[in-house]
Nanobody
Framework: QLQASGGGLVQPGGSLRLSCGAS????????MGWFRQALGKDREFVAA??????????YYADSVKGRFIISRDNTKNTLYLQMNSLKPEDSAVHYC?????????????????????WGQGTELTVSS
């Protein structure tokens, strides 16, 4: 079960951190991702974090690369998304998602449909 939080209203150029608490399962064994969906648009990939055996690897959509940072704290079973230099086009409902770490999950981390577990979504609005 996933519970996302931290959304809100932010001015352009501002920062915000989303959190996603997880319960059940071994948190570190899951591929974790953030997706977002703006009104009238399809759900899109934002970022993913995958255990590689020697550490977590992170992946980002081009639109957020260099501005967003995905991380997780396995001791707290919590996933984070630090969002900096926010733009109006970042406005959307943001969802955290998880799926078991399989070869398919590692390869297709950017696809929303295969994820098994979803948080309820937290809304970000970037506006002055």
């Amino acid at each position: 079960q996933l519970q996302a939080s931290g959304g809100g209203l932010v001015q352009p150029g501002g920062s915000l951190r989303l959190s996603c608490g997880a319960s059940g399962g071994t948190f570190s064994s899951y591929v974790m991702g953030w997706f977002r969906q703006a009104l009238g648009k399809d759900r899109e990939f934002v970022a993913a974090i995958i255990w590689s055996g020697s550490g977590d690897r992170t992946y980002y959509a081009d639109s957020v690369k260099g501005r967003f940072i995905i991380s997780r704290d396995n001791t707290k079973n919590t996933l984070y998304l630090q969002m900096n230099s926010l733009k109006p086009e970042d406005s959307a409902v943001h969802y955290c998602a998880a799926r078991r770490r399989t070869l398919d999950a590692i390869t297709y981390y950017y696809m929303a449909k295969p994820y098994d577990y979803w948080g309820q979504g937290t809304e970000l609005t970037v506006s002055s």
